[in-house]
């Protein structure tokens, strides 16, 4: 029924039907919400409040936690190496190295696929 045409009717007594050719449809509300107008607050009430909120002591946020924060660099990785220390030989192998360990989930590896432009 995906993308079917309804008709949603409402009745004088205020009971709404969806039909779907000219067949009602059973349906359900799972939550009625009524929505108010945000109160209007007077100046005098709203500076105290302020104050409160001002005088609490702000909260550290850390990062947000992440996988790879997991991650631990041995001091022969390319982490533990200057710009400069690097060179291609290296980057081989930590890429043969980090192909010959098995994943998280204990299954080999596989190679990137090569993006030739």
Do not use: D, H
């Not at 309804?6 to 039909?19: F, K, N």
Request: charged share 30%; hydrophobic share 30%; with cysteine.
């Amino acid at each position: 029924m995906r993308q079917a045409q309804v008709e949603v009717r409402e009745r004088p007594t205020g009971e709404l039907t969806i039909e779907y050719k000219q067949r009602p449809l059973a349906y359900t509300i799972y939550q009625k919400q009524e929505q108010q107008q945000g109160k209007v607050i007077e100046a005098k009430l709203l500076q105290p409040c302020a104050a409160r909120a001002a005088a609490r002591p702000q909260q550290k946020r850390g990062p947000v936690p992440t996988r790879w924060r997991r991650f631990s660099f041995s001091k022969n990785s390319l982490q533990a190496k200057t710009l400069r220390e690097i060179s291609a030989r290296l980057v081989e192998e930590f890429k043969n190295n980090r192909l010959n360990t098995p994943t998280k989930k204990k299954t080999p590896r596989r190679p990137a696929p090569s993006i030739v432009s």
